[in-house]
């Protein structure tokens, strides 16, 4: 079915910045989209920024545009996403996912789409 690892998370102060990894070992059949997603304790989870894996399209949460940059390496099946300017409410878990591209997001189906474990990002104010 294939693996998302997630790296690069950890504690920064207000300002700073952190680029996190998601390393792919196999896509599921109908995948076509990379996405981060993040959820801060009692919220539900978002979608922060997404990248199609065949023509880069991508896109990005209004809270994060200017700040944040996702980007795909195709050989080594790696997704980044480069997180600038941090705030304190940047604060979360952040998952990766491989899903369907769908009216210009990343979607992550629960039986068709995959999810890495997370990695922590907190941001100090």
């Known amino acids: 079915l294939g693996h998302l690892v997630e790296s690069g998370g950890g504690s920064v102060q207000a300002g700073g910045s952190l680029r996190l990894s998601c390393a792919a070992s196999?896509?599921?059949?109908?995948?076509?989209?990379m996405g981060w997603f993040r959820q801060a304790p009692g919220k539900e989870r978002e979608g922060v920024a997404g990248?199609?894996?065949?023509?880069?399209?991508?896109y990005y949460a209004d809270s994060v545009k200017g700040r944040f940059n996702i980007s795909q390496d195709g050989v080594k099946n790696v997704v980044y996403l480069q997180m600038n300017s941090l705030k304190p409410e940047d604060t979360a878990m952040y998952y990766c996912?491989?899903?369907?591209?769908?009216?210009?997001?990343?979607?992550?189906?629960?039986?068709?789409?995959?999810w890495g474990q997370g990695t922590q990002v907190n941001v100090s104010s």
């Open positions: 996912g491989a899903g369907e591209w769908y009216d210009g997001s990343c979607e992550v189906h629960p039986l068709s789409g995959l």
């Open positions: 196999g896509y599921p059949h109908r995948t076509n989209c």
């Open positions: 990248i199609h894996t065949g023509d880069d399209s991508t």
